[in-house]
């Protein structure tokens, strides 16, 4: 246990995380030039061209220090909000970690909470200036933001470059001599950590572990403490670029599972590990079931499609736990699911992912959040509403609780006032202001998470000219005075449409998504009026105008392939509609309430 040491990387975006874990498997020969890609450690296309670390993984470096072999175990950390928890989870696997700072940007809002999150499992920190071959660096002033925030000295922040592999032997003696050795008690019984698992279609579930206490064998029975669910250790390794399969891994190390199951939900990410005989007393703490927090409907364009998407679901269910749906039906859409997401990062790599791996073409309603609606007769026991379109008669309901959430902000001075303007728009409470550096400000506001799910990444990059930073946290749920908002085309009210909206903004957003809908649906041989409405109140109105003219009229008499073409044309158009009474609504338009402006 001496010579081993469990590190991890926290990073905001972009500022080189994947870079240094690439040079330090370069610098500790972990790599053959076969086995390289240009970023090792992302695996998934959607992830590299995302530029997001979306699921973590673990990997195992040997180095000579002073004549000593030390076993380094690298354990990535997503960089997304949406996977806060597994970030807090590969955290507690480690001793230490690298704090990477780029040298142009300074500390960001995901530098700042990770850190935190780090500081909390008193993770030894080991501060790094990346990046300072670019002509924009501003070492001197990013050095002295660092030791700021973590009180440090100056010299035990390490400079480097990722890209140009200035600082890395630096970096791997600090990792040796500053971060612990794990300790841990090797004739306990097993107790280890999963902080994270990845399906592979063809040998099931692979869990990784972090053993704190005791050993796993190979074909020992084992046990999950969350699941209480026993099982053989068919296969235990180490990871390398490759698995290595191991007869033991002892308490300090991490490693790889493998038992033959098939359905990701099976293995938490946070779960304890121990022996199914001889159980650990003490599971390790900070186990979580991750609850979604995002809500949306997912329907096949296609009514016919319907079996073949819940088995697309299913699948992805088995390689994505935190994933959930059930099936509902809607008047506009038919039948479909009502999806469940981290967040909506999440959501939209499902959606993808449907397109791509499963060839299925969806409709994705709105996103919501979920709600709890208190009825008078019952005060006490909350229903819960994750459709706005399933929120009872507002007559019987009492009140209405909406999920918060802690934001926090860092941006240049220049843009407080537009950044505060926007988080007040969208019901933000102010409840700290720090100046970091006289030119930098943390903002942290009290926010309804729906407000993040309506369009408030875009806007603050734009208030914000790109310079703002994002982070936030849930802190529970808050009484609001939510009405729902219906939408009725031609007369006919589209459940997919209707959203749950403060009383204030209500009238506002009514009337702009009216407007917004008269934009996106097209033109029929008919009127189309457009009505927002709360109950049976009319708040707003437009009409979508009746065409005139037929579009192959132009071709009349004209060559007849071309008119061809233009019906072909209209046809590939309808592929993302749905027709709701005699009204074609295409896809934009089940989110045009996020993009009212
Ligand atoms: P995510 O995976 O999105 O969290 O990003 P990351 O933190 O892993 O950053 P990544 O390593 O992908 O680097 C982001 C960009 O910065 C890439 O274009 C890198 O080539 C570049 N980069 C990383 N390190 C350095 C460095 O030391 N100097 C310079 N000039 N560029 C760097």
Redesign the pocket.
């Known amino acids: 246990m001496k010579h081993i040491r469990n590190f991890c990387i926290i ?1 905001h ?7 240094l874990a690439d040079r330090l498997l370069d610098s500790t020969n972990s790599v053959t030039a076969r086995e390289k890609q240009e ?1 090792l450690l ?1 695996n998934m296309d959607l992830e590299r061209e995302r ?3 979306i699921k973590s993984h673990a990997i195992q470096m040997v180095y000579t220090y002073e004549g000593q072999e030390y076993v380094l175990n690298l354990i990535d950390t997503p ?1 997304h909000v949406d996977f806060s928890y597994e970030v807090s989870r590969s955290i507690a696997a480690c001793e230490g970690a690298l704090l990477v700072v780029d040298a142009a940007q300074s500390i960001q809002a995901q530098t700042i909470s990770n850190l935190y999150l780090a500081l909390e499992n008193d993770l030894e920190i080991i501060p790094v200036l ?2 300072i ?2 002509p924009s660096a501003n070492p001197e002033e990013v050095t002295d933001d660092i030791v700021d925030l973590i009180g440090c000295d100056r010299d035990e922040i390490i400079p480097a ?4 592999g200035i600082g890395i032997e630096d970096i791997l003696k600090a990792i040796i001599t500053r971060v612990p050795a794990p300790k841990g008690d090797e004739n306990a019984p097993l107790r280890a950590l999963v902080f994270d698992s990845v399906y592979n279609p063809f040998r099931g579930v692979e869990t990784y572990f972090r053993v704190f206490d005791g050993s796993i064998k190979k074909n020992q029975q084992i046990k999950f403490v969350a699941t209480n669910k026993a099982y053989s250790a068919d296969e235990i390794g180490t990871l390398k670029l490759v698995q290595f399969p191991k007869q033991e891994i002892k308490a300090g190390d991490v490693g790889y599972l493998i038992t033959g199951i098939k359905d990701a939900r099976e293995v938490k990410v946070g779960d304890t590990i121990t022996d199914a005989e001889n159980p650990t007393q003490k599971a390790v703490s900070g186990f979580e079931d991750v609850k979604p927090m995002v809500f949306a409907g997912i329907y096949p364009v296609d009514t016919e499609d319907y079996e073949e998407l819940r088995a697309c679901m299913e699948k992805l269910q088995l390689n994505d736990a935190s994933l959930i749906f059930t099936p509902e039906s809607s008047a506009a859409l038919g039948f479909g699911f009502r999806c469940g997401f981290l967040g909506m990062l999440h959501l939209e790599i499902i959606q993808e992912r449907l397109e791509r791996e499963f060839d299925m073409t969806v409709i994705t309603t709105v996103p919501n959040v979920s709600y709890h609606a208190y009825s008078t007769k019952e005060p006490d026991e909350p229903i819960i509403v994750s459709n706005p379109s399933d929120l009872p008669d507002p007559s019987t309901i009492d009140h209405v609780e909406e999920p918060y959430i802690k934001a926090s902000i860092i941006t240049k001075a220049d843009f407080v006032g537009p950044v505060m303007s926007l988080c007040i728009e969208k019901r933000g409470e102010i409840t700290n202001q720090t100046y970091l550096t006289t030119e930098r400000v943390e903002l942290t506001f009290d926010m309804p998470l729906a407000e993040i799910v309506f369009d408030f990444y875009d806007r603050l990059k734009t208030v914000s000219k790109g310079y703002a930073s994002f982070d936030y946290s849930p802190i529970g749920l808050r009484t609001s005075k939510l009405v729902k908002v219906d939408v009725l085309l031609n007369g006919n009210t589209v459940d997919a449409l209707s959203a749950l909206i403060h009383f204030d903004n209500a009238y506002d957003i009514g009337k702009r998504m009216c407007i917004k809908l008269k934009e996106l649906i097209p033109r029929q041989q008919f009127d189309i009026p457009i009505q927002a409405a709360i109950g049976s109140k009319i708040i707003a109105r437009e009409t979508v105008k009746a065409l005139r003219k037929d579009v192959t009229a132009k071709c009349y008499g004209g060559d007849i392939s071309r008119k061809r073409k233009l019906l072909e044309k209209q046809k590939k158009g309808k592929k993302r509609m749905r027709a709701v009474g005699n009204v074609e609504i295409p896809q934009e338009a089940f989110m045009a309430v996020l993009k009212l402006n």
Request: glycine content about 14%; cysteine-free; proline content about 0%.
């Open positions: 990073a975006i972009d500022h080189g995380k994947s870079t970023q992302d530029g997001i670390t960089g990346n990046k071959d670019l470059s990722a890209k140009n």
